[in-house]
């Protein structure tokens, strides 16, 4: 079974902070995303990887950056926290992009106060 | 640009009764997905249809793909507490990024 593993289940951080979300996946996928889910919004995309040091902004990047060194590791950087950040943050992989299933981390709600 | 509605956004049913969620995109789409999503839990894929006028079926659970491949449903037959959840399709917008429908909430009545 993938194994997508998100550092933290809950987080919380001042507004200005420097924020780190870290997520593993287990299966040599070449494919991460980072979502972030509010209700009534569903799903949106912030940034998404196709390959070690590729990165491409998805549809709310601002104010978010991503790295990927290492194949199985995608981190999400909030550069300065602010309230309106708060949210529930899911890491993805998928092998082959959207001709495949994505499978989802445990997600990481993250408030900003 | 390019949407993916789905319907209802709430279903209440008493366990037992049927349920069923609908996708309609403005675009045809080249496959869609089915997730599900327990409450307090992430999304789980459940189903890729891919081709046009496809249906299968996961025990309770019955997939459709149209005709035009533009809507998609999910139905399930007699439900149980199990099923209690969000169901989300999805449809691809490039190589890599997915369209999402709102979803659907499913709620069983006490």
């Known amino acids: 079974d993938v194994k997508v593993t998100q550092s933290s289940r809950y987080l919380v951080k001042r507004t200005g902070e420097k924020v780190f979300l870290e997520c593993v996946q287990d299966?040599?996928?070449?494919?991460m995303f980072w979502y972030r889910q509010d209700p009534g919004l569903g799903l949106r995309l912030i940034y998404f990887?196709?390959?070690?040091?590729?990165?491409e902004k998805g549809d709310i990047p601002e104010g978010y950056s991503v790295s990927r060194e290492k194949k199985e590791r995608f981190s999400l950087i909030l550069e300065s926290a602010s309230t309106n950040q708060t949210s529930m943050y899911l890491c993805?992989?998928?092998?082959?992009?959207?001709?495949?299933?994505?499978?989802f981390g445990n997600g990481t709600r993250l408030t900003v106060t | 640009g390019q949407q993916v509605m789905q319907i209802p956004q709430y279903q209440h049913v008493q366990e037992g009764e049927d349920f069923t969620t609908y996708c309609n995109s403005s675009?045809?789409?080249?496959?869609i997905q089915w997730y599900k999503q327990r409450p307090g839990g992430h999304p789980v894929f459940l189903i890729q249809?891919?081709?046009s006028g496809e249906v299968k079926k996961q025990k309770r659970l019955t997939f459709q793909f149209g005709e035009a491949k533009k809507n998609s449903s999910l139905h399930i037959t007699a439900t149980q507490t199990t099923d209690v959840g969000t169901y989300f399709c999805?449809?691809?917008?490039?190589?890599?990024?997915?369209?999402w429908g709102a979803g659907t909430k499913l709620i069983i009545k006490p």
């Open positions: 999805a449809g691809p917008e490039s190589n890599y990024q997915l369209i």
């Open positions: 299966m040599d996928h070449e494919n």
């Open positions: 249809l891919v081709k």
């Open positions: 993805a992989s998928s092998s082959t992009g959207v001709r495949s299933p994505l499978h």
């Open positions: 675009t045809t789409l080249s496959n």
């Open positions: 990887s196709y390959d070690v040091k590729m990165k």
